[in-house]
């Protein structure tokens, strides 16, 4: 262990381990097997990395992501470490050189692709080579559940049977039972032991926006909050991608596409940029984003709502990698409410997987509901407590409002009935203003009891109250697609006025407020003259990692510019205590980043 300790001080740079880390660490080193699920940003990594180091042989490490393995290895070389990879992008000669390295005993770590590890030709050559454990990196992909299932995975466990006496990790952010259960079944991974570290993003706040126009909120909130970040924007289908890119860079932001349907070199094209310059925003689909290990994504948006809480805390979980303060925040409105509910009744799934899908969505629309602490909602979903509400969600910082809406509620739901459950959301509401267009006038409905009785609300206020009805049953859509409610059972008690409902007050305008002061990239929370230090580093890093063709947080992490700011090194040596600056880095640019602060001292 004290080699273990020496190693994350003098190659990473770091004091101590965090949560788990040692543990695990050990574990390993020991040789035995473990499971490791830990939030993204929690460090992870440093889990096999380390004990890869100090255990006799070479790290293999099993990743999904192959369009990403060249930036984490080029991370491990800017670190001194010996690192390679093997995949399907590599020429033949790279391909002999790096098996040849392997085979001398030259790399301390190596991530291959798993279909190339399940090759036979890969298999042969690591037994022929000295292996010192195995990791096994987003292991969820094992799930058939998530979205993220990649079949080979399943036929891992012949690691166990060719490598009986080799240590294997399993490494995961994707935090539910089921996952956590299908991981340790299909990975042969019994008598692993578990680390399952606390789910919880302290840094990461949670916004839900609803309302009308989500587009224009999203922008009221990257302007406000995000003028200069990066970030990602997820929206659900590729033309929606398309149109808010083209949006967004009408703004006056550098936004980039990504989608399965753009040409696979524009698509790896518009992630370099993301990865490789500062302030660039991706607008994606699901496609984008595993494994996307980019420190400093300040914020993550959704246009749409995700499919699952699952889903959301994997997106959401790509914001503040690095620890520092990060936004998730989502728009959220009726239409929402209503194309899921239909996308649940058209699904041609069998019962049981029909069931999960929709108890899925469920949750998901009752995190978006909830008038209480969503961070508390959203670990106990993954079985964590959390004692005190979070003081940095939406409803901690500004209490939504509710009103008793049973009295609303059943004039809704008495439109509905009266109009025959024949009708849209869009008519209803215009049945209860009292509006006497020519099809309400066709139809007689200026003549019904419930026409004008809901003159005293807005249109908004209509709508967000069938908002809630619809999230919480009361009412359903047709299976159709044209957005035709009717009353369900539920209904039945809240006509009768045998149940009261209380009902989220519906956000006024833009200007809800929001507590604290804004929150982008770290350098604005300091002061004036830091914050121009912390940008001349920024720039020198950027030029650093221009010359190199590398992301410039391989270099060094915004968060460890931020602690030269505050200590101000003078000296190579004083330079070597500041976290996140190890041996091989200051040797690299100890000196390029002193010089800076020099001449600010000077
Ligand atoms: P994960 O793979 O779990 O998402 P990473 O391994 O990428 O997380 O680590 C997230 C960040 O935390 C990285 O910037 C990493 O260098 C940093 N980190 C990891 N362990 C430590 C530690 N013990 N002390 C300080 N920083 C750490
Ligand atoms: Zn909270």
Redesign the pocket.
């Known amino acids: 262990m004290n080699q273990a300790l020496e190693i ?1 001080r003098k190659v ?1 740079g ?5 949560h788990r ?1 040692e543990a695990i660490v050990r574990t390993v080193i020991e040789g035995g097997d473990a499971l490791v699920l ?9 889990c096999y990395q380390i004990p890869a180091l100090v255990r006799e042989g070479t790290g293999v490490v099993v990743s999904p992501l192959i369009a990403l393995m060249q930036d984490q290895v080029e991370a491990l070389r800017q670190l001194g470490i010996r690192a390679a990879f093997l995949n399907s992008t590599l020429d033949a000669q790279t391909v002999r050189e790096t098996e040849q390295a392997l085979l001398s005993g030259g790399l301390d770590l190596l991530y291959v692709a798993p279909e190339r590890l399940l090759g036979e030709r890969t298999l042969g050559l690591l037994s022929r080579s000295r292996i010192a454990l195995f990791a096994i990196d987003e292991a969820h992909c094992v799930s058939q559940w998530g979205h993220d299932f990649r079949p080979e995975y399943r036929r891992l466990s012949v690691l166990h049977q060719r490598f009986p006496g080799v240590p294997r990790l399993a ?1 995961t ?1 994707t935090a539910d039972r089921r996952t956590r259960a299908e991981i340790a079944e299909q990975l042969d991974l019994a008598d692993a032991a578990w680390f399952v570290n606390s789910f919880d993003r302290p840094n990461i706040r949670y916004i839900v926006s609803d309302g009308a126009s989500p587009r224009d909120r999203l922008w009221r909130f990257l302007e406000r909050e995000h003028p200069r970040d990066a970030g990602i924007v997820y929206c659900l289908s590729r033309k929606r991608v398309e149109e808010v890119a083209e949006w967004l860079s009408r703004k006056g932001r550098v936004a980039l596409p990504y989608h399965a349907g753009l040409p696979d070199r524009l698509r790896a094209h518009h992630q370099a940029r993301f990865l490789r310059e500062e302030g660039v925003i991706v607008v994606a689909t699901i496609a984008f984003g595993m494994g996307i ?1 980019k ?1 400093d994504v300040r914020f993550v948006a959704h246009l749409n709502l995700p499919r699952s809480i699952e889903a959301y805390y994997q997106e959401t979980g790509r914001a503040g ?3 520092l303060p990060a936004d998730a925040w989502m728009a959220y409105g009726l239409q929402d409410v209503i194309t899921l509910r239909q996308m649940i009744q058209e699904s041609e799934a069998d019962e049981s997987h029909k069931r999960i899908t929709h108890q899925k969505l469920e949750a998901m629309l009752g995190l978006c509901e909830l008038t209480s602490c969503r961070r508390q909602a959203l670990l106990a979903y993954f079985d964590e407590r959390l004692e005190e509400p979070c003081g940095n969600c939406d409803n901690c910082l500004a209490p939504p409002e509710t009103w008793d809406g049973t009295e609303a509620a059943r004039k809704a739901l008495s439109c509905v009935w009266r109009t025959g459950q024949r009708f849209g959301v869009t008519y209803v509401v215009d049945v209860l203003l009292g509006k006497e267009h020519e099809r309400i006038v066709a139809n007689r409905h200026h003549r019904l009891s419930t026409f004008g009785i809901g003159a005293d609300l807005g249109a908004g206020e209509w709508r967000a109250i069938f908002r809630q009805l619809l999230a919480g049953g009361w009412l359903a859509t047709d299976s159709e697609g044209h957005g035709t409610l009717r009353l369900t059972e539920k209904a039945r008690p809240l006509l009768r006025g045998e149940v009261t409902l209380p009902l989220r007050r519906p956000a006024k305008g833009q200007g809800r407020s929001r507590g604290g002061v804004r929150r982008g990239s770290p350098a604005e929370s300091l002061p004036e003259a830091d914050r121009l230090l912390f940008e001349a580093l920024r720039a020198r890093r950027l030029e650093l990692a221009r010359e190199q063709g590398v992301p410039p947080y391989v270099i060094f ?1 915004d ?1 460890t510019l931020v602690e030269m700011v505050v200590h101000r090194p003078a000296t190579l040596l004083e330079m070597e205590q500041v ?2 600056v190890g041996e091989t880095k200051l040797a690299r640019y100890g000196r390029a980043f002193l010089e800076v602060i020099e001449r600010f001292e000077g």
Do not use: E, V
């Open positions: 994350l990473f770091y004091d101590a381990f965090r880390q830990m939030p993204t940003g929690g460090g992870k990594s440093l490494l952010a290990d420190p990698r690095d620890g992490h968060q976290p996140g």
